[in-house]
């Protein structure tokens, strides 16, 4: 399905009822929006998911900087130098 929108002076873009409608897309529909330099993706994503998602990142992480021996200290200096280069 294809349909056009608009985004308004705030932002807001309204998603057509029928695409709504056929995405079961209600008042509250938590999503997940991605985008890169020329489109946006927008998934729908419950609350439970989100948890499951984040913690299997976190995993991620957790279990990378164990493996390179990473410390919050050498993570707060790559933070500190980034906002320096901006």
Not at 23 to 35: A, D, H
Request: proline share 1%; hydrophobic share 35%.
């Amino acid at each position: 399905m294809i349909e056009l929108a608009t985004v308004s002076s705030k932002g807001q873009v309204v998603i057509p009822r029928r695409m709504r409608a056929g995405l079961g897309l209600s008042k509250n529909t938590r999503l997940i929006l991605v985008s890169d330099k020329e489109a946006l993706l927008m998934k729908k994503i419950s609350e439970s998911n989100i948890q499951v998602r984040m913690r299997k990142l976190l995993d991620t992480f957790s279990e990378k900087f164990k493996k390179e021996a990473i410390k919050e200290t050498d993570i707060k200096k790559e933070i500190q130098s980034y906002r320096h280069t901006k």
